[in-house]
């Protein structure tokens, strides 16, 4: 019926492909003035002082973690996430401790983070990157007061949440990055994230000093400001004052990166409809689902069931062509974790969770008709195998 169903694509429309058309009729393709136009609706989008365009989210994480002062830190993150929330710890030298998960929301179960501190003397950890699973904001609130109490920093990964908001216990609504509760948020801009670049990321933060400490990595550690160099010789002159990397994202990219944010309320919205449609269809079945506190308005990158025959869900879907995907290997299992001495049974709930889940296709431009073929084909299986 349909050439093929996946779990999440980008959706590229002529106003997207007219902006990059008229950067690459422009002076500049890269460092130009696309970047500065992204970065300033980025960051009045999500109500932070500063957004800092980067070359991916990855990208985005290691700057990130740099200007916080990572290196040779001890830093915890959820196992369930794509390894490059780790990652960006271990490029600095620090090393990587894991918390578990809450089985119902999938995020770092704060309670389990709260004694993995108290069971520590202070100092021990430095800082930690709680992850906005599937487009869920962790309870910030409540993170923010314990890494205050034990004086570590938060860098938020909220790749799969762009545009996520939450009330405060004062009623007060924020976006997920708004600078509020992390020092640094960090996003991703790869096509099957809300907003597609092709590659690209974007830093937020609050801290104008943080702001400055990640331009500068992004270009080399190299600085023109008269206040930062020892001496100028003249017009072309430069310092490179740190060692940084060419983490810049080019003007192509920002060009499509905007006009991509200019849809993004849109695409939340039908993204709610869809999960909607598939909570409602699968209300009477053994299917678990993620648990949305009352005071969240879910992102929904990703919309994940929980069956106990996965792998025969997974092969069924695809033999009708639907490519559900599988999100994520818990990352302590990963060979290169486990040869730093992590293992199975480390993170029960997250290795429990990895054997059952399942996202299914979510993306704006699923029709209704595709969506209701796959509750079909969801549900004929779960009919199928009950039997
Ligand atoms: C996609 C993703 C990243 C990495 O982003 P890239 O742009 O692919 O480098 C990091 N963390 C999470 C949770 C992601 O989903």
Known sequence: MFNSIPYGRQHIDQTDIDAVIKTLQSDYLTQGPAIESFELAFAEYIGAKHAIAVSNG???????????????KRVITSPITFAASANCIEYCGGEVFFCDIDPKTLLMDLEKLESLLNTHPSGYFSGIVPVEFAGLSVDLEKLKSLAEKHGLWIIEDACHAPGARFSDSKGQEHK????????????????????????????TTNDDVLADKIKLLRTHGITKSPELMGKNDGGWYYEMIELGYN????????????????????????????????????????????????????AYHLFIVQVADRKGLYEHLRENKIFAQVHYIPVHLH?????????????????????????????????????????????EFLDNSAN
């Open 335 to 379: 060979p290169y974790y486990q040869a730093k001495g992590w293992k199975k049974g480390d993170m029960p709930s997250a290795e429990a969770y990895y054997d059952q889940c399942l996202s299914l296709p979510m993306y704006p431009t699923l029709t209704n008709e595709e969506q209701e073929y796959v509750i079909q084909k969801v549900v």
């Open 176 to 203: 997920a990055g708004n600078g509020k509760y992390a020092d640094c948020t960090i996003f991703s801009f790869h096509p099957v994230k809300h907003i597609a670049c092709g590659e690209g990321g974007m830093v």
């Open 58 to 72: 990855t990208a985005a994480l290691h700057l990130a973690a740099l200007a916080l002062g990572a290196e040779k």
């Open 247 to 298: 983490y810049r994202l080019t003007d192509i990219q920002a060009a499509l990166g905007e006009s991509q944010l200019r849809k993004l309320d849109d695409s939340l919205n039908r993204r709610n409809t869809i999960a909607l449609n598939y909570r409602k269809a699968f209300e009477n079945y053994s299917i678990t689902i993620q648990d949305v506190p009352s005071n969240q308005f879910h």
